[in-house]
Each structure stands twice: as structure tokens, then as C-alpha cells.
């Protein structure tokens, strides 16, 4: 026995047989039958309208994102209670920013000086110098190691010879003990 479903494309194929005229030159199987193309477009109407609450509801919501958007709506949908809020909260940065403003106009005539407006044009000479420095500072740094190489050694040899001089004295002090006069026993 047949599956109902598929006894009906073969009789709606049938029917298309008989409709639809046959071309020579079109073969039988690259025709697609309807029941295919009805079950093809079930799914993407399907599939269509599985997204459309998703899409539904970001249009919904689309004014409300506008308006966040809006670079001025925080302007004025801030109650004056939350600017009170927001101005304290800046005051001290506020107040900071004040006092380096006096302190920078209170010294605005040093900045205009024409010192101050050659520094741009001094700025190879500091490199130069900076360079210069840095080639100073390498040298002395190769200079102080190669002296402290040098003291290593210097204290080296000053142990060596504390130690020749320590087993001197030692060989000393026994042939002075070797060759005094001995006492003569009691015998």
C-alpha cells in the first residue's frame, strides 16, 4: 500500500504531464513538480514568518531607539533634579580645571616669550644633545665596568700576596724554631 501523500504528486504529476505541454527538447526529470515547489515555498513562508515577531518588535521599539539616538535628548529629558546631580558630581573637576587655568594665565607671559616661541626651533640641537648624552652615558658605563674590573683584580692580587706573605711568616717562624739553640735538657 502507498503513502496517501505520495499517491497524490504522483497524480498531481500525472496532471502536470497532461497540462502542461511536452517539449522535446526539456527532459522529464528536470521538470520539477509542483508538489516540490509548493513544499519549497511552504518553508520559506514558514521561515518568513518565524522572523517576522523579531522584526515586528525591533520596528515597534524603532522610535524609541530614535529618540536615543537623538544627540539631544539627553539634554532634554534629564529631570533638573538628575543635572543637580551630575553638576556636583563635576564640581571638583570643575573646580580643579578653574585654578590650572589661573595658573596657566598667570604665566601666560612666560609662555609668549620668545624663549619659549624658539623651542620648536631648538628642537635638533636637543636631539643632538640628548644623542650626545646617551653616547656620554654608554662610555661611562663601559669606562665604570672596566674599572671595576680592574679593582676585582687589584683586590685579588692583594689577597695573593696577604696569603704568600701569611705562609712566608709561617715558614719563617718554623725555621727560627728549627734553627734556635735548644735548650739543654735535664737528662
Known sequence: ????????????????????????????????????????????????????????????????????LNPMYSETELELEAKRQYVLELYPELKETAVLLTEFDSVRDVTDSKVIARVSDLAEKLETMVHLTLDTYDECKSITKKVLESLQQYSDIIKTIKILFAQLEYNITEIEAILAPKPPSDD
Not at 504522483?10 to 502536470?16: C, G, M, Q, V
Not at 520539477?32 to 520596528?59: E, F, G, K, N
Open 1 to 68: 500500500m502507498s503513502d496517501p501523500i505520495d499517491l497524490l504528486e504522483k497524480r498531481i504529476a500525472a496532471l502536470e504531464l497532461q497540462i502542461l505541454p511536452k517539449e522535446k527538447d526539456v527532459e522529464i526529470n528536470k521538470v520539477q513538480p509542483i508538489a516540490d515547489l509548493l513544499i519549497q515555498t511552504h518553508t520559506m513562508i514558514a521561515t518568513a514568518l518565524s522572523c517576522r515577531d523579531a522584526i515586528s518588535a525591533i520596528l515597534e521599539k524603532l522610535p524609541v531607539i530614535n529618540e536615543y
